[in-house]
């Protein structure tokens, strides 16, 4: 079965850091691009970041460019993303999501910017 867990969230003050982590199983990871995504309430779900198998190929949402990093690990088949200078406007759930396995999601791991 395909299982994403995301992990690393949490209350963190304007400014500051995270980072998040997404364990997977299920699926040949290293053979799939991934992806985070962020939904905030009464927003739709967003892309925020992709890369590609070898981890050469990178998309980020404008919002988060030069701030958020994406980075994979082939060996842990774990997908990660730091996320630098946080701004309230990125208090979301994130999720990771696999081209592979694009109907399975987690349960997200929830983010708060605030002071």
């Known amino acids: 079965q395909v299982q994403l867990v995301e992990s690393g969230g949490g209350l963190v003050q304007p400014g500051g850091s995270l980072r998040l982590s997404c364990a997977t199983s299920?699926?040949?990871?290293?053979?799939?691009?991934m992806s985070w995504y962020r939904q905030a309430p009464g927003k739709e779900r967003e892309l925020v970041a992709r890369?590609?198998?070898?981890?050469?190929?990178?998309d980020y949402a404008d919002s988060v460019k030069g701030r958020f990093t994406i980075a994979r690990d082939n060996v842990k088949n774990t997908v990660y993303l730091q996320m630098n200078s946080l701004k309230p406007e990125d208090t979301a759930v994130y999720y990771c999501?696999?081209?592979?396995?694009?109907?399975?999601w987690g349960q997200g791991t929830q983010v708060t910017v605030s002071s």
């Open positions: 999501n696999a081209d592979v396995a694009k109907n399975y």
């Open positions: 299920g699926f040949t990871f290293r053979n799939s691009v």
């Open positions: 890369v590609s198998s070898y981890g050469t190929i990178f």
